[in-house]
């Protein structure tokens, strides 16, 4: 079994797909040839790659690789936790900026 498949097998068990289901939603004819992919017979053209990765929501990158399994990571952080750096296109966010918009996220508020 390659990598690939295992990370294909793993990302449909872990939302509880069939291999029809997957084969179907990917625009596949057959079954058949999307297990052939989990049982490491086949590999998929970049097409049918790209596919898998929108349906399971990760990068192609993730899929033939490993990493960067998250295609939509968000990032969050709380305006309230002092330990964290904010920017805004590239450059620090001042302290008092900060401060300025805490106060408009409590309805003015101070």
Do not use: H
């Not at 079954?31 to 349906?55: C, F, H, I, Q, V």
């Not at 990493?67 to 002092?82: H, R, V």
Request: hydrophobic fraction near 30%; charge should be negative.
């Amino acid at each position: 079994m390659s990598a690939l498949s295992e990370r294909l097998t793993n990302l449909r068990e872990n939302k509880g797909w069939s291999k029809t289901y997957v084969a179907k939603a990917i625009g596949l004819n057959s079954m058949p040839t999307y297990a052939n992919y989990e049982y490491g017979r086949r590999e998929p053209d970049l097409e049918t790659l790209s596919k898998l990765a929108n349906l399971f929501n990760v990068t192609t990158d993730y899929l033939l690789n490993g990493s960067n399994k998250e295609q939509n990571e968000s990032k969050t952080a709380d305006l309230a936790d002092d330990d964290v750096i904010f920017t805004y296109e590239g450059k620090q966010i001042p302290p008092e900026d900060l401060e300025y918009m805490k106060r408009i996220l409590r309805g003015g508020k101070a």
